[in-house]
């Protein structure tokens, strides 16, 4: 795909989250901070469940490309958000714009099927023990896997191309801090109604449909908790369900409200805030989320650093 259009403007300069003086060197301190557990957080888990042959299952196996994806979609915007609060002046080319909006959409899509894969993975476990190696065989986990990173690439290559085939005047100074959808939407000089017809949809089903799916597995898990004898194995069904939840309700939750508004409804401020969760907050939540309260994970983290191979 070319990255050439009839685009008048060749670079953008991202306004960001502030233009307060003496809010960007406690923002900047802040998002290091976060990039960096980030950045710290999801190698941890993807060198545990690489070494730890134990781990070496379908939940983890899922997890580990969570895992993977999470520090990649971070490492879209983070570093280009630190160098703007120490710069006066955010430039990002036309190229590097739509590259960064591409590997966005990506990622963000990925996130939104691994997280499907992974309540599907729960939902056989709980719901269809007896089932559940043949469902989750290895040629399974694969399909579930090599499907998310599909549908991602579909729809990364739908909103990037209808991006492309907009015309950019003179207005080239975006109101956000990284090269979002919406945002570029309104610097067009040419008709966006496609555009916006595709992020409806598009959007609509990488949102609407894992959604559903998973608050569905988990609504068939969460009652079959509640009939499960043991009182200990109860706890443990929920502790994982839990974390879970709790991880696909950030994620989905401040990006139904930022993708699934009318564009007048929400002000710029809220959007921004709203983008922080999900492209900021929730890879740096995730691997404490599946690890805190893992004992699987606790086990893999002592023995490895004691020095025990499994």
């Given amino acids: ?40 957080g999801n190698l ?21 490309n969570l895992s993977f994806i999470d520090l990649c979609y971070s490492s879209v915007f983070t570093p280009k958000i630190l160098i703007h609060f120490l710069s006066r002046k955010n430039i990002i080319s036309y190229q590097g714009c739509m590259a960064q909006l591409f590997f966005f959409c990506f990622f963000a899509i990925s996130e939104c099927y691994m997280l499907t894969s992974m309540a599907y ?35 990364a290559m739908a909103h990037t191309g209808c991006m492309l085939r907009l015309t950019f005047c003179d207005a080239n100074t975006i109101n956000h801090y990284f090269c979002d959808i919406l945002p570029l939407l309104q ?16 959007g609509g089903i990488d949102i609407f449909v894992p959604s559903v799916t998973i608050f569905t597995s988990y609504g ?25 939840i709790l991880a696909v309700s950030l994620f ?15 002000s710029v401020d809220e959007g921004k805030i709203f983008s922080v969760f999900y492209t900021n907050v929730v890879p740096m939540m995730n691997p404490l989320i599946y690890s805190i309260r893992n004992k699987d994970i606790k086990l893999a983290l002592r023995e490895t650093l004691r020095g025990t191979k499994f």
């Fill in 44 to 64: 941890a888990l993807i060198a545990l469940i690489g070494l730890n042959s134990h781990l070496h299952t379908p939940m983890y196996s899922f997890l580990f």
């Fill in 220 to 244: 068939f898990v969460l009652c079959s908790i509640l009939h499960i004898s043991s009182t200990a194995g109860r706890s443990k069904a929920f502790r994982t369900c839990s974390s879970h």
């Fill in 121 to 155: 993975d729960r939902y056989v476990a709980i719901c269809n023990p007896l089932l559940y190696n043949m469902a989750m065989s290895p040629k399974g986990c694969c399909n579930l896997i090599f499907g998310s990173y599909l549908m991602a690439f579909s729809g």
């Fill in 252 to 266: 989905f939750g401040s990006g139904s409200f930022m993708y699934l508004q009318p564009s007048s409804v929400q």
């Fill in 1 to 40: 795909m070319s990255l050439v259009n009839d685009s008048f403007v060749t670079e953008f300069i991202l306004v960001g989250l502030t233009d307060n003086p003496v809010l960007q060197l406690p923002l900047f301190f802040l998002f290091l901070a976060m990039y960096m557990v980030t950045v710290m």
């Fill in 187 to 202: 610097l067009s000089c040419t008709s966006t109604h496609v555009n916006k017809l595709v992020v409806f949809i598009v």
